[in-house]
T-cell receptor, first 116, second 114 residues
């Protein structure tokens, strides 16, 4: 069975500082990995994905994520945080080779709070 | 852009009522999903459907059923609502043959059962 762990319920960072939101995963075979963001009272919005290739993936709003196969991690990063980045972030995983009939498994979410 | 529309943003229902949550997508996606979101638990899969009239149980199907009579519409049914079903419900869809783009989510329905 696949699983995702987001070890931090909340991450606090000052505006302008770099941020990291952690994610580790467990899945059979090679993974599809995703990050989504949720703003208050909204659905989830796609940020970025890893399928194959370069371990550093760039996404929306200046975010990037680093895939580390040996550590089974997919941490979300941004060089300089903005107050508007404050939101709830979810990591998700799905096996790479399946029939398309298995749904994404999500982590518990990490609330990012950027202080001015 | 693909749109996934959930018919209600907020619902308040009484214990024991039968509740219907509706979801419609406009891009001919084959897969549709219902998740519930609770603080500290993230998103948990209730049911999903990969074709009309087809459905598969997710991780927490108890107390729920689904209906997919048309490709664009996926309904979640709470047969007899209970207070522990108070939650945010999120619908999503995708194309299985193009899973590079993840899911498209609706804005969610916040259900309160009193």
């Amino acid at each position: 069975a696949q699983s995702v762990a987001q070890p931090e319920d909340q991450v606090n960072v000052a505006e302008g500082n770099p941020l990291t939101v952690k994610c580790t995963y467990s899945v059979s075979g090679n993974p599809y990995l995703f990050w989504y963001v949720q703003y208050p009272n909204r659905g989830l919005q796609f940020l970025l994905k890893y399928i194959t290739g370069d371990n550093l993936v760039k996404g929306s709003y200046g975010f990037e994520a680093e895939f580390n196969k040996s550590q089974t991690s997919f941490h979300l990063k941004k060089p300089s945080a903005l107050v508007s980045d404050s939101a709830l972030y979810f990591c998700a995983v799905s096996p790479l080779m399946d029939t398309g009939r298995r749904a994404l498994t999500f982590g518990s979410g990490t609330r990012l709070q950027v202080q001015p | 852009d693909v749109k996934v529309t959930q018919s209600s943003r907020y619902l308040v229902k009484r214990t024991g009522e039968k509740v219907f949550l509706e979801c419609v997508q406009d891009m001919d996606h084959e897969n549709m999903f219902w998740y519930r979101q609770d603080p500290g638990l993230g998103l948990r899969l209730i049911y999903f459907s990969y074709d009309v009239k087809m459905k598969e149980k997710g991780d927490i199907p108890e107390g729920y059923s689904v209906s997919r009579e048309k490709k664009e519409r996926f309904s979640l049914i709470l047969e007899s609502a209970s207070t522990n079903q108070t939650s945010m419900y999120l619908c999503a869809s995708n194309l299985p043959r193009d899973r590079r783009y993840g899911y498209t989510f609706g804005s969610g329905t916040r259900l309160t059962v009193v």
